[in-house]
T-cell receptor
Framework: DQQVKQNSPSLSVQEGRISILNCDYTNSMFDYFLWYKKYPAEGPTFLISISSIKDKNEDGRFTVFLNKSAKHLSLHIVPSQPGDSAVYFCAAEKAAGNKLTFGGGTRVLVKP | DVKVTQSSRYLVKRTGEKVFLECVQDMDHENMFWYRQDPGLGLRLIYFSYDVKMKEKGDIPEGYSVSREKKERFSLILESASTNQTSMYLC???????????????FGPGTRLTVT
């Protein structure tokens, strides 16, 4: 039973346009959410996070939105660049916990 | 800069062999984790450790064991490798949020294990 789901396995977008990645979760105990980016043959690297007390967090071209009532978060990348082509994972953490629960990942391809 | 290193990038083993995967972190992190990554399944937690000699099962511990004798080192052991353990194995570390850290985990480059 996957508690964190990324329903789109892949996404293709033109350079300069917006990439929107979606993530749904089922466990209402999750209160902290993270996005990781992974290139082939490398470990995931942290991208951006959001606490459940917020509904938006922005860092440069990356913005994460959280809708707690819908148990849904999204990552917006604007503008998309070819170097953004990677697999993106969302992850969730319970309060006072140390474990992350990951989604299945979305492969993003940014076309020049 | 946090550095997490894994002993091998690629490993090929035979069915039934005992396999050791080593992970070392250099930032004095309390927590260490072992995941496996499979297409469409994301990262699944095998075991984690929040202190030396402490370990807890993750979501898929069957067929694996771990050892943490020193704070900086966390080993994953496949007692008798099987073909369904062919996967990418990722090690990670983190500080405890309660000691001023965040929930962010830092990952090593991964070990691609093939069991034939």
């Amino acid at each position: 039973d996957q508690q964190v789901k990324q329903n789109s396995p892949s996404l293709s977008v033109q350079e300069g346009r917006i990439s929107i990645l979606n993530c749904d979760y089922t466990n209402s105990m999750f209160d902290y959410f993270l996005w990781y980016k992974k290139y082939p043959a490398e470990g995931p690297t942290f991208l951006i996070s959001i606490s459940s007390i917020k509904d938006k967090n922005e860092d440069g071209r990356f913005t994460v939105f959280l809708n707690k009532s819908a148990k849904h978060l999204s990552l917006h990348i604007v503008p998309s660049q070819p170097g953004d082509s990677a697999v993106y994972f969302c992850a969730a953490e319970k309060a006072a916990g140390n474990k992350l629960t990951f989604g299945g990942g979305t492969r993003v391809l940014v076309k020049p | 800069d946090v550095k997490v290193t894994q002993s091998s990038r690629y490993l090929v083993k035979r069915t039934g062999e005992k396999v050791f995967l080593e992970c070392v972190q250099d930032m004095d992190h309390e927590n260490m984790f072992w995941y496996r990554q499979d297409p469409g399944l994301g990262l699944r937690l095998i075991y984690f450790s929040y202190d030396v000699k402490m370990k807890e099962k993750g979501d898929i511990p069957e067929g694996y064991s771990v050892s943490r004798e020193k704070k900086e080192r966390f080993s994953l052991i496949l007692e008798s490798a099987s073909t369904n353990q062919t996967s990418m194995y990722l090690c990670a570390s983190s500080l405890n949020p309660g000691t001023g850290g965040s929930y962010e985990q830092y990952f090593g480059p991964g070990t691609r294990l093939t069991v034939t």
